[in-house]
């Protein structure tokens, strides 16, 4: 990267040449993208953009954009499936959400769903949104998840496990209760717990799951009222069903078989978020964790003694569990399903960042590897992922927040808030850092992140929260 921190008079204040691009920062607010591909307008095209005011004023098309190594220009990064408030340390402790906030920002998200709990960090989560320098990524939740009561062999409804609060639904009148207790503390969508917790055929229910007259009774009174609502599931019939009552947005992909192109065609517009991250963790070694972490960003946003405990480790949870070999096949449905996702425009990308060794920001750009592992690796199905990570994120937290869609995020008059990234040809990982990181006409400054997220860690707190 050439730099030049010029100060005479008309000189913009700062520029940068990466690749055959050009980015002229003026002052906060306003610059000059010159010589960028913006995919999602047209792929064989280079493009002049100018913000204005923290908005993108102008696009406009350049002669000979063809044969250069020009930056690409792609929506802020959206993470599809985060929980703020679990603990994704391996000392189960959380993070404070100010930290959480800059480990996003680091990566280049500036979009994040949280699928449920948030509003046990949300008073932090503002404060620190308040008092902030630095801009925050973008929020949408559903305040509290759904679940069914114990069933009559004791087994509780998925959700109950975690260190942050679900409503059990004991009777229809119950989701009136919720849906205002949740619409109080901010939440825009509904999360709707519906698994057993079986991971592969032949496995034991883990869990209760809410009874057919009541799952029912939901997807009716949130499609009335308007409430968006996703559903968590895992397997193949937990999704046929809950799609039969209405349920389109579904927050994992199936786990327990491959869907076949009749199953696709009977699940027409049905979405799935990819959460391979999440997983992924139980079944990993030792030194799968010492590689996962070894990238660039870990050091720099995350706590470091996960470092310590991933190297002690003896065997994997899968392994002591007994779940080993039955969360790897699950994990290769999940892959498999996603792709045929993907090729269907009904894929989005998310992790389930939060649980354990799924690190907020971090596990994003990560996830977006996983899936393009493999002999699909290849430039069209890179940019299909990317498109998905950002455009496609977009719209489901455009829908979950209640928005109208407005079209491409990338257009005049929409917030300049951006990455650029290296071409997607290959050659290096689709996790590698963006370029340039911009949040509503800024550049945002990795160096004041980390030097920011250093600070919080020395404070008394240690930078962890306590519910
Ligand atoms: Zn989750």
Redesign the pocket.
């Known amino acids: 990267m050439l730099d030049n921190h010029g100060s005479a008079m008309k000189a913009p204040a700062t520029w940068h040449r990466i690749g055959g691009t050009t980015v002229a920062a003026e002052r906060p607010g306003h610059m000059a993208v010159r010589r960028v591909g913006v995919p999602i307008l047209d792929p064989a095209l280079l493009f002049d953009v100018a913000i204005e005011d923290g908005v993108i004023g102008r696009i406009d098309p350049v002669e000979g954009g063809e044969g250069d190594d020009a930056l690409e220009l792609w929506p802020g990064y959206v993470e599809c ?3 703020l408030a ?1 603990p994704a340390n391996f000392d189960d402790s959380l993070d404070d959400p100010r930290v959480i906030a800059l480990q996003y920002l680091f990566h280049g998200v500036t979009r994040v769903i949280d ?2 709990g948030f509003p046990l960090v949300k008073k932090l989560w503002e404060t620190g949104k308040a008092e902030s320098a630095l801009p925050y990524p973008e929020l949408v939740h559903c305040g509290y998840a759904v679940t069914s009561m114990c069933d009559s062999s004791g087994r509780t409804g998925h959700g109950v496990e975690f260190p942050a609060p679900v409503y059990m639904l004991g009777v229809q009148g119950d989701l009136e209760v919720v849906l205002r207790a949740n619409l109080e503390r901010g939440a825009s969508f509904l ?1 709707v717990m519906f698994t057993d917790g079986t991971e592969q055929p032949d496995n034991a229910a883990r869990f209760s799951r809410l009874p057919t007259r009541i799952l029912d009774y939901v997807a009716r009174v949130t499609a009335e009222q308007g409430i968006p609502a996703v559903l ?1 599931c895992n397997t193949r019939s937990e999704v046929l069903q809950a799609y039969s009552h209405g349920f389109r947005l579904f ?2 992909p199936v786990r327990d078989s491959v869907l076949s192109p009749a199953d696709w065609e009977a699940l027409s517009g049905a979405r799935f978020v990819s ?1 391979l991250s ?1 997983l992924r963790p139980l079944i990993m070694r030792r030194e799968d964790f010492l590689d996962e972490y070894s990238r660039p960003g870990f050091r720099e946003t995350q706590d470091l003694t996960n470092l310590e405990f991933a190297a002690k480790m003896e065997e994997p949870f899968g392994v002591q569990f007994d779940r080993q070999e039955t969360r790897l096949a699950a994990l290769d449905d999940m892959r498999r399903n996603c792709l045929s996702a993907l090729d269907r425009d009904a894929l989005l990308v998310g992790t ?1 960042s ?2 354990l060794g799924t690190f907020h920001g971090y596990s994003l750009l990560r996830e977006i590897d996983l899936l393009a592992a493999g002999d699909n690796d290849v430039p069209a199905q890179r940019h299909r992922l990317r498109y998905a990570a950002t455009v496609a994120g977009s719209q489901l937290f455009n829908d979950l927040a209640g928005r109208a869609d407005a079209g491409p995020p990338i257009a005049v008059g929409r917030a300049a808030t951006f990455n650029l990234l290296r071409p997607v040809g290959m050659g290096q990982t689709l996790s590698t850092l963006p370029e340039v990181t911009v949040a509503d006409g800024t550049m945002v400054d990795r160096r004041a992140i980390v030097r920011s997220i250093q600070a919080l860690r020395s404070s008394a707190s240690s930078s962890k929260v306590v519910l």
């Open positions: 499936h985060a929980h679990l699928m449920f999360k968590d927050a994992h959460t999440g389930d939060g649980n």
